[in-house]
């Protein structure tokens, strides 16, 4: 099993519609996350980060992370064409200092 | 207030060449860790460095070498490099902390022939 996991897309949603993004990760991973966005071509930019159980809001933006199921998500709410990009989920390695893991990935499609 | 910093933009090397990639960390940060991202995958750990020694290594031969230096900024060094080595390398920062957030730079595109 990968260490984090993210269905590559392409994602494809309509403009004004709810954009759900998922990720798994397994035990070699801690409980902290973030998700970064990154547009073709550009490093990534921090979205959101979480760190505890249960969700957490900002904006359009809210992610939300399950341990028991070891599963984090960041919705997107009123998705713009602007939000068209690619988002990576990672997290810290369990027991490691500072290493950030990341899923490869999913590709977001907002069509005007 | 100055982010991540890396230089050069883009680089063009042969095989069998060494180079030498540049990070400037955000602003009261004392962290920097470099990342290797090839086409359509996430990007993955080479190390950390912190306090001027490695705190971290990731699954890199010994051809990826680093320094901090004591402004914190950092390089990272790849030896004889193949045509695998060709990727975006990305420079993140962050404070002292374990779990602390990391903030990328604009990234060196490294292209191998």
């Known amino acids: 099993q990968k260490e984090v996991e993210q269905n590559s897309g392409p994602l494809s949603v309509p403009e004004g519609a709810i954009a759900s993004l998922n990720c798994t990760y397994s035990d070699r991973v801690s409980q902290s996350f973030f998700w970064y966005r990154q547009y073709s071509g550009k490093s990534p930019e921090l979205i959101m980060s979480i760190y505890s159980n249960g969700d957490k809001e900002d904006g359009r933006f809210t992610a939300q992370l399950n341990k028991a199921s070891q599963y984090v998500s960041l919705l997107i709410r009123d998705s713009q064409p602007s939000d068209s990009a690619t988002y990576l989920c990672?997290?810290?390695?369990?027991?490691?200092?500072?290493?950030?893991?990341f899923g490869q990935g999913t590709t977001l499609q907002v069509k005007p | 207030d100055a982010g991540v910093t890396q230089s050069p933009t883009h680089l063009i090397k042969t095989r069998g060449q060494q180079v030498t990639l540049r990070c400037s960390p955000k602003?009261?940060?004392?962290?920097v860790s470099w990342y290797q991202q090839a086409l359509g995958q996430g990007p993955q750990f080479i190390f950390q460095y912190y306090e001027e020694e490695e705190r971290q290594r990731g699954n890199f031969p010994d051809r990826f070498s680093g320094h901090q230096f004591p402004n914190y900024s950092s390089e990272l060094n790849v030896n004889a490099l193949l045509l695998g080595d060709s990727a975006l390398y990305l420079c993140?920062?962050?404070?002292?902390?374990?779990?602390?957030?990391?903030?990328f730079g604009a990234g060196t595109r490294l292209s191998v022939l």
């Open positions: 993140a920062s962050s404070f002292g902390g374990e779990y602390d957030i990391q903030y």
């Open positions: 602003s009261g940060h004392d962290t």
């Open positions: 990672a997290g810290h390695g369990s027991g490691n200092t500072g290493k950030l893991i």
